[in-house]
């Protein structure tokens, strides 16, 4: 969930900067989902039958330590990481 400056000192812990389809966001929890991550880049989801997503993230702009999330799935957020969160067809 994203949070205000003055709400983000709490229980948290950190803020950080994190790229999701090329827009800057700042988070802070110390992890982020993949149900986080869609509804961070799609707030109004795509439409139609069998919509997924595909998540692809790197550590930094810099170091392209790839991975992937799938439903479910979390990882540790560190300062700058590249997120793509792509709408794909289920088959």
Excluded: C, R
């Amino acid at each position: 969930m994203l949070m205000s400056e003055h709400e983000s000192h709490g229980e948290h812990g950190h803020d950080v900067t994190i790229i999701v389809n090329g827009q800057e966001k700042v988070w802070t929890e110390h992890e982020i989902s993949y149900e986080q991550l869609v509804d961070l880049a799609y707030p109004v989801p795509p439409t139609g039958n069998d919509i997924g997503f595909e998540i692809t993230y790197f550590d930094s702009e810099h170091e392209h330590k790839p991975g992937t999330l799938v439903a479910g799935q979390s990882v540790k957020v560190k300062k700058d990481m590249v997120f793509n969160v792509t709408p794909t067809t289920k088959s």
